[in-house]
């Protein structure tokens, strides 16, 4: 899992540094801190403090836990990505402050299924995300309080965009999706564009 996310990190081109007890040193292309990481001074020596996010992604829910506050203790406003294999255990993290909770055999359960009603939907939707082949990738554009684009419909977005980029929805600000808006649209402060556009 861990080398699934950093390859994931890395084609998004973000830095990132892996944290790691015993790290397999021929096939990692990042910066490893070999330690615990469920401690504090490693978490410092691999930059916690700089960081945008932290992905804890051990193999059991409570190193997990431990990891997430101990992240949350040095940095406040750090955004945290919690994996757990217990949808029980969900609460718990939101608790310790983790910012997203991830479930990854529920979200496999929810992909076989998928693939076994929907394949070419699936398929799609998996290649766009993970296949570097393709020339489209999905991103996320987060709507400024201060932003000139602000009470302006999304018509105006795509006009200027020199890659035909489909906006396929509108998250509130409130956290609720407005899925599918009709080019009419307006934009409102604090709210973020999911878009299907040119993977440059």
Request: aromatic content about 4%.
């Amino acid at each position: 899992m861990g080398h699934a996310i950093a390859h994931a990190v890395g084609r998004a081109g973000r830095s990132i540094v892996v944290i790691d007890r015993e790290p397999d040193d021929d096939i990692s292309v990042h910066p490893v801190v070999i330690g615990e990481a469920t401690e504090d001074t490693v978490h410092r020596q691999a930059g916690n403090e700089r960081a945008q996010t932290l992905i804890a992604a051990l193999n059991n829910d409570s190193d997990n836990l431990f990891v997430t506050l101990s992240a949350r203790s040095i940095r406040p406003d750090l955004f945290i990505v919690a994996r757990t294999g217990y949808t029980k255990n969900e609460p718990k993290f939101y608790q310790a402050v983790a910012d997203t909770v991830v479930n990854p055999q529920e979200i496999g359960g929810y992909r076989m299924a998928a693939l076994a009603f929907q394949p070419h939907a699936s398929e799609f939707l998996d290649q766009v995300l993970h296949d570097e082949s393709h020339d489209v990738a999905l991103h996320e554009v987060s709507v400024g309080v201060h932003t000139c684009m602000i009470v302006r419909p999304i018509l105006d977005l795509v006009a200027v965009s020199v890659d035909r980029t489909l906006i396929i929805a509108i998250r509130g600000a409130e956290g609720s999706y407005h899925t599918n808006p009709v080019p009419t649209t307006t934009l409102k402060g604090g709210e973020v564009l999911i878009a299907l556009g040119s993977a440059e």
